[in-house]
């Protein structure tokens, strides 16, 4: 099996494909597998990410931020910085991911090895304490313990895994 070789790092930005690479490419980087995919607006750096609600055929690789908890979570925007609507980005969609309280949400204490979900603020949650396990499948899964108060809790690495892998 060949590997395409990618020019730009995972953290590369930019409003055309040249050298990106073709949309839905996957990457793998340091335990990280990635895709480009296509950010149709502005995206918050860290942002949980669902496919685009006019992309279900994942013809373009639209992302956009998750609408709602019960949205198939895609991956997170790893990049460092917040992008410009019509950004091609590589979103990481599978592995380790320094979170910190802008995507975790005050949790009862999570011990490690704990399934998280995303709760109804749109944000990682304990899965026992999203409302709904229903509509909230398992994103990932802690790898430290977490604590349950947003300013205290750091920034933990948790394990994410989303519909792009």
């Given at each position: 099996m060949s590997r395409k070789a990618f020019k730009g790092g995972v953290t590369d930005t930019?409003?055309?494909?040249?050298?990106?690479g073709e949309v839905g490419d996957k990457r793998f980087v340091g335990g990280k597998t990635y895709r480009l995919v296509y950010a149709a607006t502005t995206q918050a750096a860290k942002a949980l990410l669902a496919l685009d609600s006019t992309d279900a055929a994942m013809a373009s690789y639209t992302v956009q931020a998750m609408p709602a908890?019960?949205?198939p979570f895609w991956g997170i925007n790893d990049t460092g910085a917040t992008l410009a609507s019509g950004t091609y980005f590589w979103s990481l969609v599978e592995g380790p991911f320094v979170a910190d309280s802008t995507v975790i949400g005050n949790l009862s204490a999570v011990t490690t090895e704990k399934h998280l979900a995303i709760d109804s603020d749109i944000k990682i949650s304990l899965m026992g304490t999203v409302t709904s396990?229903?509509?909230?499948?398992?994103?990932?899964?802690?790898?430290?313990?977490?604590?349950?108060?947003?300013?205290?809790q750091g920034t933990p690495t948790i394990y994410i895994k989303g519909l792009g892998a």
């Amino acid at each position: 099996m060949s590997r395409k070789a990618f020019k730009g790092g995972v953290t590369d930005t930019s409003t055309t494909l040249s050298n990106m690479g073709e949309v839905g490419d996957k990457r793998f980087v340091g335990g990280k597998t990635y895709r480009l995919v296509y950010a149709a607006t502005t995206q918050a750096a860290k942002a949980l990410l669902a496919l685009d609600s006019t992309d279900a055929a994942m013809a373009s690789y639209t992302v956009q931020a998750m609408p709602a908890s019960s949205a198939p979570f895609w991956g997170i925007n790893d990049t460092g910085a917040t992008l410009a609507s019509g950004t091609y980005f590589w979103s990481l969609v599978e592995g380790p991911f320094v979170a910190d309280s802008t995507v975790i949400g005050n949790l009862s204490a999570v011990t490690t090895e704990k399934h998280l979900a995303i709760d109804s603020d749109i944000k990682i949650s304990l899965m026992g304490t999203v409302t709904s396990n229903a509509t909230s499948p398992v994103i990932g899964a802690s790898i430290a313990a977490i604590t349950s108060v947003d300013s205290t809790q750091g920034t933990p690495t948790i394990y994410i895994k989303g519909l792009g892998a």
